[in-house]
């Protein structure tokens, strides 16, 4: 974890930095270890401080990598206030640039900031640079998301198993929910998605208190958080025989995400793979359709770096693991989308996600 902020302090030094005061809680464990929900850090060449207060003393000794100086709000410094804590500890001498992170900063705690610092101090506005170290997976993570695509795999299979119709989207997301905890996992990555019938045309569509019906397509979306890390799948199911234009959406749908995966390599271009699965859809006459982007990056955030749309200016880099959900949403009638989770290879990838995608009929 000491390698992560070496790789930090180069960005520090690419971006003009000194230092950076990290305050988001993602990143702040990230870079230090700390999963408690009040901590910050300030990283340089030569520097590296934890902040947090009395009720995480015991957390922090045992969670926070050991190259990092800890302090204690309240103890080590009056203020409770952790970037207080951290500048009058922790600042080295001299005129200094000190990063912040801009895009987790609220104004009022930006003048605050202003206010603590020493004249010698210029404060510079950041985004994204620890989200950018966090972008590339090591061994150890991709472990975790493997292990968190197992949970939500098994707790879906397990789930059909037990049959769909004639329950509500309400309870078989709960369903999910409770059973992903049973195997290990610390909740749900987000809010599940269960949707049938037109109401799957809504691509972040709320569970509802309305039974599942027969000939309904029932999407799922839905992943586990195992150690921090998330998983992220969809699959949709026909509840009973579907109707033709349903079965040949779907048809549709799994040819183009099949031809995203293979897409998915280190250079692969985010908007050009984007494209091919979109020009597909475009071209069974859904364009209008499919109005999300293909795919995002997955790790301690459910959604982060890199991106796969229309809109993208990533590269994939070995490391990265994506997502590819492509889906068709026919308003009043009803949705579609199957979603694999892919990490990307020096040469080659490797699919995360088990659950097969031929369309399955469930009772
Ligand atoms: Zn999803
Ligand atoms: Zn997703």
Known sequence: MSARAERLTAELDEAGVDLLLVTNLINVRYLTGYTGSNGAALVGVGTRAFATDFRYVEQAA?????????????????????????TAAALPDGDLKVGFEQDH?????????????????ELVGLSGIVEKLRRVKDAGEIEKITAATKIADEALEALLAGGIVGKTERELALALEHDMRLRGASGPSFDSIVASGAHGALPHAVPRDVKIEKGQLVTFDWGAIYDGYCSDCTRTVAAGEPGPREREAYELVL??????????????????????????????????????????????EIHEAPNLSPRSTDTLLPGDVVTVEPGVYVPGEFGLRIEDLIVV?????KILTSIPKALRIVD
């Open 62 to 86: 045992e969670q926070v990598e050991p190259t990092y100086a800890r302090l204690i709000a309240g103890v080590d410094n009056p203020s409770h206030d952790l970037p207080t804590v951290l």
């Open 105 to 121: 900063t609220s104004y009022a705690a930006y003048g605050k900031l202003r206010e603590l610092m020493p004249e010698r101090i």
């Open 255 to 300: 040819g183009a995400q099949m031809i995203g995966v293979a897409e998915i390599c280190a250079g692969g271009d985010g908007k050009a793979i984007d494209r091919a699965v979109r020009d597909v859809i475009d071209g069974a006459g859904h364009k209008e359709h499919f109005g999300h982007g293909l795919g995002h990056g997955v790790g301690l």
């Open 345 to 349: 290879q020096e040469s080659g990838t």
